[in-house]
């Protein structure tokens, strides 16, 4: 078996797994240590959050990594950085992930805690004059929405309306998601508003890839964040550039098409130009190895 079709199959027996996972083994036992430890990193790294500026659009970066695998939390780490520098949202930028030797998150990432930081953040936003930015990474299932999967903390679905529902509690006006798994095309429906910018890592009915554990990246967060993101661009013309991409690597490993799709709002080209006059003006050089699927 060639090595792009095998790190297919392993992707998508995690997804497979992941999905299945509630329903076919015993439940995990969250100890209360570490959901004490838990709730304390991520209220101290709440603490932190800088103070919207008056008369500025301000980013508020979220980012996490929905599943324990040793990729989703380096594409994380690494994406957290990133957005922040793009979106010039030092101090404004918050991670939930795994640390790794010593690449550290914020806190780490539950479902109750993905809604815990965006509520956190929005609470030191102007709702109606900032941005709302969030990216997580991790597997995906059909007709059901985000795997949330670790050890240590629990598994389930975060399912479109969840995710809607979560993100309508901030009272965010302004707002970019990107979501890196598999069918996450499914919640740009439901999350698409007027001032809001939906990205997705594929269509609704398609796989994404190279989400093997080993990797640094998958290919959605190699291309978009950790290549296009670093030059200089507006951000549509990243994701454009990081879809060209992301299309050519699929082909050349034979994997049919991911599709990622994108989904702009009436009411964002303000907020995007906003953001775009204030991102960096000079390149900077992409960090980690590029996903093993991609055939050199």
């Not at 209220?43 to 980013?59: C, N, S, Y």
């Not at 690597?249 to 080209?269: C, L, M, R, V, Y």
Request: proline letters at 6%; a negative charge.
């Amino acid at each position: 078996m060639n090595g792009p079709l095998k790190s297919c199959l392993v992707c998508l027996y995690a997804l497979f797994i992941a999905a299945d996972a509630p329903a076919a083994e015993q439940p995990i036992i969250v100890s209360p240590a570490v959901q004490r430890e838990d709730a304390q990193r991520l209220d101290a790294a709440l603490a932190r959050i800088q103070p919207q500026r008056p008369g500025t659009v301000d980013a508020y970066v979220v980012v996490a990594a929905l599943d324990a695998d040793p990729v989703f939390g380096r594409e994380a780490r690494e994406a957290g950085r990133v957005l922040s520098n793009r979106f010039d949202a030092r101090g404004r930028t918050l991670v939930l992930a795994n640390d790794e030797a010593g690449d550290t998150a914020d806190a780490a990432a539950t479902p109750d805690g993905l809604a815990k930081a965006l509520t956190g953040v929005a609470a030191v936003m102007d709702k109606n004059e900032d941005v709302l930015v969030l990216y997580t990474t991790g597997h995906g299932s059909p007709d059901a929405g985000l795997n949330f999967r670790d050890p240590q903390r629990g598994a389930a679905i975060i399912a479109p309306a969840q995710l809607a529902a979560m993100l309508n509690q901030t009272k965010a006006k302004n707002r970019l998601i990107i979501l890196q798994a598999c069918f996450s095309g499914q919640f740009v429906d439901a999350l698409s508003a007027p001032g809001t910018v939906v990205a997705t890592a594929a269509s609704s009915m398609k796989s994404s890839f190279g989400c093997s554990a080993g990797n640094d990246w998958t290919f959605f967060g190699y291309a978009l964040v950790n290549q296009s993101m670093r030059q200089p661009d507006t951000f549509v013309r990243q994701f454009r550039r990081a879809l060209v991409t992301i299309l050519g690597w699929e082909k050349d490993a034979g994997f049919e098409p991911s599709n990622p799709q994108i989904s702009i709002g009436s009411e964002t080209a303000a907020w995007l130009a906003a953001l775009d006059a204030r991102e960096p003006k000079g390149a900077t050089a992409p960090v980690g190895r590029p996903p093993s699927e991609i055939v050199h």
